[in-house]
Structures are given as C-alpha cells and as structure tokens.
C-alpha cells in the first residue's frame, strides 16, 4: 500500500500544493489552490469513473463505511512531461499523523485522460465493493484490530464478477456456499511475469465451502485482463461458471459421477 511519504519522493513532488479536507464535503483549507491546480482535482472528481459508472468520492464515501478508512482530502502535485499527478490522501485511523497517511494518485496527461498510479489502487476501476474487499483483506492479513470479517464474506460483495450463469455473489448464494478466508482481489501490471502494453490484469481469489453433495469445500480464482470480460482460472470456477446452480452436482450418469470424482478430490481445500 502506498503511504504518502513513499508517493512524494517516488513522483518527486516536493512543495504540495494546497489541501482539501473532508468534513461532510469538501471545501478548500482557506489557503487555496494555486490558479492551475484547482482545475486538474475537479476534472478528476467530476471526470473519472469506476466501470460501473462511479466516482472517485461515491467509491471512498461507501468504502469508509466498512473499512479502516478516513478520508483525509485532495492535492495537485506539479506538472511534468508526462502530466500531472492528483492525490486523494486516507488514513486507517483519525488519529493517525500526516506522515502515516496512505494515498490514491491519478496521472492527468496533457490531452485529458487520466490513470491510476498505484497497483493497490487499480481494484477502484471496478467499483467500491472490489476496493473495499481489497483494502479489508489487507487488513485481515496484517491483523488489524476490529477488521470487518462480515463483509469478506458477504456473496453480495462478489457480485462484480461476472460469469455467463449470472453474477458471482448470486451464485454463491443460490449454491448455498459460505465464504471463507483468505479473500484476495488484487491487481498486477504484468501478465504472466511481463509487462503488458495493453495493461495488466485484476485477480479475485476466494475459499467456499458448499453444502451441496459432491461440491464440498473449494477455491475460486477469477482474472480479467483490462478491456475483457471475466475468465475461470480454477477447476472450481469453470464449475461455476459453467453450471447453473440448479443443476450443480445433479450427475445422473454413473460415468459422468466417475469422471468427476478425481478432480474433486484434488480441490484445493
């Protein structure tokens, strides 16, 4: 996770600019943003947008209600050939120090467009219940006091999966299966151990126990490279994604219930 004192000295943009807080909304610190930085914070404010069509303040407002976060405010870094770097800075705690901060960073290039900076940050791109799970799991794995297990294993938050049966919280549930831990969503910039022109790819993993015969417990690992659509990487995920929950593990034929039996053993538990 990128804290703020990592950011600055890896964009090296000493002399921030002016700050925002939030306070039920935002409003300037009554020192103002210098006349080009304010522009480039409303463009990504009002401009950029999740893939299911939400704003950066919609994603961080829902996230803070189930998550260690506390929303600190924006800044403008300086320009450079590339573009110009806008920060949102969070902390885990209210308490917590500038220096302990944590910060999300778009990149505004010259002609408009606008990316994420950070690999921890990318599971924003697919709404507020991806970053959310993100920012949880991290929490679970690094032992945080009071970390919202609830929502880990909640089918509902899973729902930004998408398969042709249907969406993936949906089936969970209709399947009758209960989530587990260790839940993993993440996101890497490089593919198969490269760096991809086209970008990287989003990982979701999760443990299930099913109460279904023959189903039992299971893992299910989903990828998406940017600009496609989800893909089973998991013996238990193709099932999924494959099968309707109506029919799973309805094998009439003795052959097909033969057939099934040595990959179900080898499941990873």
Partial sequence: ????????????????????????????????FRADDKPSIDKVRSTWRAQDGETAEEI???????????????EAGRKTDTGEPVVFS???????????????TWEVAP???????APYTKPMELGWQAFALSLVS?????????????????????NFVTTAQGKLGDL?????????????????PQIDGQQSAEGGLWRVELSVGCNIPGLGDGVIIFEKR?????EPQS????????????????????KEQEAFEPTRKTMPK
């Avoid at 961080?60 to 924006?74: E, L, M, N, Q, Y």
């Avoid at 991290?138 to 899973?158: M, S, Y």
């Fill in 235 to 254: 013996f238990f995920a193709k099932f999924i994604a494959t099968s309707a929950p109506g029919s799973w593990f309805e094998l009439a034929d003795p």
């Fill in 226 to 230: 940017e600009d496609q659509d989800w």
């Fill in 111 to 117: 002609d408009g467009t606008m990316k994420l900076v």
């Fill in 90 to 104: 969070w902390a885990k705690h209210r308490s917590d120090k500038t220096k302990d901060e944590h910060t999300v």
């Fill in 60 to 74: 961080f407002a829902k996230v803070s209600t189930v998550a260690h976060f506390v929303p600190r405010g924006w």
């Fill in 172 to 188: 969970l549930r209709r399947g009758r299966c209960t989530i587990g831990e260790p839940v993993g969503v993440h996101y890497s």
């Fill in 1 to 32: 996770m990128t804290d703020r004192r990592g950011l600055w000295f890896g964009l090296g943009l000493g002399g921030c600019v002016g700050l925002m807080f939030l306070t039920g909304g935002l409003a300037g610190n009554g020192g103002g």
């Fill in 138 to 158: 991290d929490e679970v794995a690094n032992d945080e006091k009071r970390a919202n297990r609830r929502f880990l294993h909640d089918p509902a938050n899973f």
